[in-house]
């Protein structure tokens, strides 16, 4: 529940909040997290934010909270990083394929000519990055966008 008692008042009444998601977000039908700013504190928290959903058809957040203030999504820092396996093979036409395995996903990479071409994950919002042939220090700096 959303409420909290502030010291000698009532409870702030929750918001509704509807928010279209860019493109770019990358989420898929799992429940995001939501956390806002303690300005105060100088902390992230996610106390009262409650009823959080995520429609991937729509790309539309929606949420209720108790707080003005900036609120952010957030996932675990180890999310896409901690790799439990990779293996290199090759692939058509003199292409290596990459593929990397974590626990949330996998991600294969092409590498040709000293280029590189995402194949997967098939995610909409990747899709340019399945399009063309990126310079190594170029694609990966739009994997981390």
Same mark, same amino acid.
């Given at each position: 529940d959303?409420?909290?008692?502030?010291?000698?008042?009532?409870?702030?009444?929750?918001?509704?909040?509807?928010?279209?998601?860019?493109?770019?977000v990358?989420?898929?039908n799992?429940?995001? /997290?939501?956390?806002?700013?303690?300005?105060?504190?100088?902390?992230?928290?996610?106390?009262?934010?409650?009823?959080?959903s995520?429609?991937?058809a729509?790309?539309?957040?929606?949420?209720?909270?108790?707080?003005?203030?900036?609120?952010?999504?957030?996932?675990?820092?180890?999310?896409?990083?901690?790799?439990?396996?990779?293996?290199?093979?090759?692939?058509?036409?003199?292409?290596?394929? /990459?593929?990397?395995?974590?626990?949330?996903c996998?991600?294969?990479?092409?590498i040709?000519n000293?280029?590189?071409?995402?194949?997967?994950?098939?995610?909409a919002?990747?899709?340019?990055l399945?399009?063309?042939?990126?310079?190594?220090?170029?694609?990966c700096?739009?994997?981390?966008?």
């Amino acid at each position: 529940d959303v409420q909290e008692a502030r010291a000698g008042f009532e409870p702030w009444p929750a918001i509704a909040v509807e928010v279209p998601l860019w493109d770019s977000v990358v989420l898929e039908n799992e429940a995001p /997290l939501l956390a806002w700013y303690d300005r105060a504190a100088g902390v992230w928290m996610r106390n009262g934010i409650d009823n959080v959903s995520f429609d991937p058809a729509t790309k539309m957040l929606k949420f209720n909270t108790i707080h003005f203030a900036p609120i952010s999504l957030v996932k675990p820092n180890n999310l896409y990083t901690d790799i439990s396996d990779w293996s290199l093979r090759p692939g058509e036409n003199g292409e290596v394929h /990459l593929t990397v395995s974590s626990e949330y996903c996998n991600v294969e990479i092409a590498i040709k000519n000293g280029e590189c071409q995402l194949r997967q994950p098939s995610l909409a919002a990747l899709q340019a990055l399945r399009d063309q042939w990126f310079l190594p220090q170029t694609f990966c700096e739009e994997m981390i966008r």
